[in-house]
């Protein structure tokens, strides 16, 4: 379908049903249900605990750049980035923990030290994309919420899940899933809730259209529609259709 819609590919390798295949970090085996993606491997060589016993408790209530916990903290929030791929539930910790490198403190690494240990817990259950049905038709579904004021700092706290199901099914295969601070400021629920709203609907519209020209080609732009219906032809465009709650 690719080549057929004029998207040019390369294959790596074709991955044998039930055989475990290694890519940067993701362990990834294909299933009669669906694609499985683990990140064991990585969170136990990369994700260590950072060790604080060695250091003066008095001496950590603010950690300046040059400090060696500092860098330690920064090399673990991005391992953690990285991890958040496979492990969507610890993007509001992710989100929280980058906010606070300007005045991180032995609290913050604490905390982060938590994370790790519910990571290390939880690091050999895989997420899975479920295979669709390709008889029933396939919807872009979004899912979005905001807390005001949902932060240390009081700023606002949006996330939002997209991703692709078959219609009048439970199945759910996910494309983008994210919890970070809304930038702009609200000042109510409602606010904070409608510009969350925004940012799912552009993410949404943006998966439909790959989708759509994967599914159905490239399609004519307006100028070349409109000259097509001069010249007689009707221009039929099949959409998808698109759920946001």
């Not at 100028?223 to 759920?243: F, M």
């Amino acid at each position: 379908r690719l080549h057929e819609a004029g998207i040019a590919t390369r294959y790596i390798t074709v991955l044998p049903e039930g055989k475990d295949y290694d890519l940067l970090g993701k362990t990834y085996r294909t299933t009669p249900k669906g694609t499985q993606i683990c990140i064991d491997k990585f969170v136990k060589k990369k994700l260590k605990k950072i060790d604080t016993l060695k250091y003066k408790r008095s001496d950590l209530n603010l950690i300046l750049p040059e400090h060696e916990l500092y860098k330690q903290f920064r090399n673990r929030l991005g391992c953690l980035i990285w991890v958040e791929n496979c492990k969507p539930e610890i993007s509001f910790h992710t989100s929280t923990l980058a906010s606070v490198l300007q005045y991180l403190s032995l609290n913050d690494i604490l905390y982060m030290n938590d994370v790790i240990d519910s990571l290390q817990e939880t690091a050999k259950v895989p997420v899975l994309l479920p295979v669709l049905s390709s008889t029933q038709p396939v919807c872009v579904q979004g899912i979005c919420d905001a807390s005001l004021q949902g932060r240390q700092d009081l700023s606002s706290q949006g996330a939002r899940a997209t991703g692709l199901r078959n219609l009048d099914a439970d199945n759910f295969a996910p494309c983008d899933v994210r919890s970070t601070k809304i930038r702009r400021k609200a000042s109510s629920s409602f606010d904070a809730e409608t510009l969350q709203l925004v940012e799912q609907t552009d993410i949404c519209l943006l998966v439909k259209l790959l989708v759509e020209e994967i599914e159905y080609g490239k399609f004519s732009s307006l100028v070349e529609r409109l000259l097509l219906q001069l010249d007689g032809y009707k221009v039929n465009i099949t959409g998808l259709k698109t759920v946001i709650d």
